[in-house]
């Protein structure tokens, strides 16, 4: 059975540094796009980074770029999100998805048919 399990997520003040974990199990991570996505209260699911099944391409959104890096270790099955230089709007759920079809270049919510539960972050002082 494909899942997928977050942790790393937490409070922590505007400036500091997070990093996400992703544990896959059930499938070989090797052949699937992997993203990470986040939703902040009223606000609907928005994708945060995007990255090729390969590990060689990858997709930020505006409002993370040069502040969070999306990396995999497919031995482990794993995926990360490194978060540096937090703002209060990067406050939200943050979820891992993957699925072998998605386009990473596009790394939209409805590409993605394996998710996680989710790892709060709130960024606040």
């Known amino acids: 059975q494909l899942q997928l399990v977050e942790s790393g997520g937490g409070l922590v003040q505007p400036g500091g540094s997070l990093r996400l974990s992703c544990a896959a199990s059930?499938?070989?991570?090797?052949?699937?796009?992997i993203g990470w996505f986040r939703q902040a209260p009223g606000k609907e699911r928005e994708g945060v980074s995007c990255?090729?099944?390969?590990?060689?391409?990858?997709k930020y959104a505006d409002s993370v770029k040069g502040r969070f890096t999306i990396s995999r270790d497919n031995a482990k099955n794993m995926v990360y999100l490194q978060m540096n230089s937090l703002k209060p709007e990067d406050t939200g759920i943050y979820y891992c998805?993957?699925?072998?079809?998605?386009?990473?270049?596009?790394?939209?919510?409805?590409?993605?048919?394996?998710w996680g539960q989710g790892t709060q972050v709130t960024v606040s002082s």
């Open positions: 998805a993957a699925d072998p079809r998605a386009l990473f270049s596009q790394c939209v919510s409805d590409r993605f048919g394996s």
């Open positions: 059930g499938f070989i991570l090797d052949y699937y796009v």
């Open positions: 990255m090729s099944s390969s590990g060689r391409s990858t």
